[in-house]
């Protein structure tokens, strides 16, 4: 994941944070998760998913060094930046991607008015088209971390209630849990609030899966940005209503033009 993704990511998750949490952060990490752990329960998450994945679990130091580096200006220009995300390679790989996934990528955009070349554009940015880097540090952990971490601890408070909320409906297994340094899981990187509010299960196996289902992962980016506004068969470069659409995708205006250009390139233009 891009620096300027996960800057994008957390404010995302402003807007999905549950609130009135207990749990006061920094102190005693321990008390910290105990006091999380009642407030959780309260909220309806079963003392075995808790157990399971709070038990033992303890700060990481790692995660809150690279948080406190993200903060900044970033400053490359969108020429520089599209140049080092719009690869040759990669046009070749989305549009070998666009083919295999033909039928599926079809149905999406029947349901969702998403055209194929937005999602696979995403897609490929993201995570390589699911082949890449999704993040190798476990979602728990990370969160537990952030949530103690007094600088905004409601915010990550919320996403840790939305992991376990993902593990208790049987989405994902704790094994599984694997994400990048703010929590994002899967092919898209969704954020585990973004994962409840927009997660489609679209191969129909009564899960929603954003690790392993290409069908689940296109299909529940779809719905985030219809559900955002997205129309169908208009434009989607900047000034667009589309491209306001995908705001909630990625709040950063250069993101959101490479998106736009790898779609365009994808679509042979």
Known sequence: MTVIRLLAALLLSISFAPSAFAARCGGNFQNFIADFSRDAAAKGISQ?????????????????????????????????????????????????????????LSRIEQRFSVPPQILVAIWGLETDFGSGDMGRLPVIRTLATLAFDCRRSELFQGELLAALQIVQRGDLPLRDMIGAYAGEIGQTQFLPSSYIKYGVDFD??????????????????????????????????????????????????????????????????
């Open 48 to 104: 075995d998913v808790l157990s399971a994945a709070l038990g033992g679990v303890a700060p990481d130091p790692a995660v809150l060094a690279f948080d406190r580096r993200q903060h900044g200006t970033f400053s490359m220009s969108f020429e520089r930046y599209a140049s080092t995300r719009v690869s040759a390679g990669r046009i070749r790989t989305g549009t070998a991607m666009l083919q295999r996934h033909a039928a599926l």
């Open 204 to 269: 129909g196996d009564g899960r929603v899966n954003l690790r392993h289902s290409v069908a689940d992962v296109l299909a529940s980016t779809a719905n985030l940005l219809k559900t955002n506004g997205w129309k169908a068969g208009g434009d989607y470069h900047e000034g667009s209503a589309n491209f306001d659409a995908m705001h909630e995708w990625n709040h950063a205006t250069i993101y959101r033009k490479t998106i736009a250009l790898f779609a365009d390139r994808l679509s042979g233009q």
